[in-house]
T-cell receptor, first 112, second 112 residues
Framework: GAGVSQSPSNKVTEKGKDVELRCDPI?????LYWYRQSLGQGLEFLIY????????KSGLPSDRFSAERTGGSVSTLTIQRTQQEDSAVYLC??????????FGEGSRLTVL | QKEVEQNSGPLSVPEGAIASLNCTYSDRGSQSFFWYRQYSGKSPELIMSIYSNGDKEDGRFTAQLNKASQYVSLLIRDSQPSDSATYLC????????????FGTGTQLKVEL
């Protein structure tokens, strides 16, 4: 596609449920990033994939969070046993030159 | 010590004036610096990248980098109401792979 595509755009779930967020990066971009942004806050780094290298998972807030990237393209961020503090906009971005990120529209997660 | 610092603002400037946004960082070895703009309710978008000391101009935008003093700034000439947004500086830490770390952003308001 022309840009980074994320789905779902909005997700409302109950506390304790698992959710999956999907990201389809720009074709040819080798790097893929996940960030989250709570209301009125800055961007919080979650995880970074670069080619076939081991992902940088240093930003994942707990072991309830995991992510994978299949075939060097599509990525899925999974949050298990969601908590209310997980409510945020989850942003995916891809890049080719390092640092020059193209962001998707984000997935807004609301945990009731 | 925070890795990157920005004044949260809001910074208010009259239409037509020069807006000056600043960012300081802690990692002397960082080589890559970026400015992103984020409109309310939208995802960040890349405005400028700068890798060398000095100025880099692109239209009404000028990025300035001073590695010795560890700061990067963004000047917006002839500010327009459409420039009202949050401006995020970001950089790649030495030894951090290509993970991009964002500041918390400065809110700019351009007033008529």
């Amino acid at each position: 596609g022309a840009g980074v595509s994320q789905s779902p755009s909005n997700k409302v779930t109950e506390k304790g449920k698992d959710v999956e967020l999907r990201c389809d990066p720009i074709s040819g971009h080798t790097a893929l990033y996940w960030y989250r942004q709570s209301l009125g806050q800055g961007l919080e780094f979650l995880i970074y994939f670069q080619g076939n290298s081991a992902p940088d998972k240093s930003g994942l807030p707990s072991d309830r969070f995991s992510a994978e990237r299949t075939g060097g393209s599509v990525s899925t961020l999974t949050i298990q046993r969601t908590q209310q503090e997980d409510s945020a906009v989850y942003l995916c971005a891809s890049s080719s030159p390092p640092g020059e990120l193209f962001f998707g529209e984000g997935s807004r997660l609301t945990v009731l | 010590q925070k890795e990157v610092e920005q004044n949260s603002g809001p910074l208010s400037v009259p239409e037509g004036a020069i807006a000056s946004l600043n960012c300081t960082y802690s990692d002397r070895g960082s080589q890559s610096f970026f400015w992103y703009r984020q409109y309310s309710g939208k995802s960040p978008e890349l405005i400028m990248s700068i890798y060398s000391n000095g100025d880099k101009e692109d239209g009404r935008f000028t990025a300035q980098l001073n590695k010795a003093s560890q700061y990067v700034s963004l000047l917006i000439r002839d500010s327009q109401p459409s420039d009202s947004a949050t401006y995020l500086c970001a950089f790649v830490f030495t030894g951090g792979g290509n993970k991009l770390t964002f500041g918390t952003g400065t809110q700019l308001k351009v007033e008529l």
